[in-house]
């Protein structure tokens, strides 16, 4: 049982390099969502999406872009990395429903 | 302003004991509530779900109850164990759209032996 796989689990950026944060589920879950979790503060949501071919913004979504071009695979992009971006980036996704949000392991990411 | 608030932010005990998590939150309108358990290094997991019309819940040696009214939640954890060792998340859902999730900042917990 894969359920919701991201890669890679640690990156150190320099500022203003891009890069792409990769995640697969293989539940064939229509939604999925990308979150960032701070030090003190509850995760909060960058994007997510109800399907392939469709997304959205979330609560802080500046400096990312999203794209689903599959069911399996929702990547996300940082344009211009800024220190602030330096966080736990967690991939999630989800059933119909109330069914509860199944999370990756996260993406542990440093940019200086 | 939606927001869920968890206390204590930190709770240390010994294994084998007791201990109950708090959440207050101020969310509308209210879908249902999760608890959720993060080990160090992983993904949150779910625990529980309730909705508006349940008042308690139990996973094992996890119990959370809900009071609608009072909009409190809690998290009960029965003869802790060293695997209890975690944070613990509230999350409350927003009815309509896409379910919008409303997270607490998580309160962690130590079992020491």
């Known amino acids: 049982n894969a359920g919701v796989t991201q890669t890679p689990k640690f990156q150190v950026l320099k500022t203003g390099q891009s890069m792409t944060l990769q995640c697969a589920q293989d539940?064939?879950?229509?939604?999925m969502s990308w979150y960032r979790q701070d030090p003190g503060m509850g995760l909060r949501l960058i994007h997510y999406?109800?399907?392939?071919?469709?997304?959205d913004q979330g609560e802080v979504p500046n400096g990312y872009n999203v794209s689903r071009s599959t069911t399996e695979d929702f990547p996300l992009r940082l344009l211009s990395a800024a220190p602030s971006q330096t966080s736990v980036y967690f991939c999630?996704?989800?059933?119909?429903?109330?069914?509860?949000?199944?999370f990756g392991d996260g993406t542990r990411l440093s940019i200086l | 302003k939606n927001q869920v608030e968890q206390s204590p932010q930190s709770l240390i005990i010994l294994e084998g004991k007791n201990c109950t998590l708090q959440?207050?939150?101020?969310?509308?309108?209210?879908?249902?509530l999760r608890w959720y358990k993060q080990d160090t290094g992983r993904g949150p997991v779910s625990l529980t779900i309730?909705?508006?019309?349940?008042n308690t819940k139990s996973n094992g040696r996890y119990t959370a109850t809900l009071d609608a009214d009072t909009k409190q939640s809690s998290l009960h954890i029965t003869a802790s164990q060293l695997s209890d060792s975690a944070s613990y998340i509230c999350?409350?859902?927003?009815?309509?759209?896409?379910?919008?999730?409303?997270f607490g900042a998580g309160t962690r917990l130590a079992v020491h032996p």
């Open positions: 959440c207050n939150y101020t969310v509308s309108p209210f879908s249902n």
């Open positions: 999406s109800v399907g392939a071919g469709i997304t």
């Open positions: 309730m909705t508006f019309s349940e």
């Open positions: 999350v409350v859902t927003l009815s309509g759209g896409y379910n919008k999730l409303i």
């Open positions: 539940m064939n879950h229509e939604y």
């Open positions: 999630a996704s989800r059933g119909p429903g109330t069914a509860p949000q199944h």
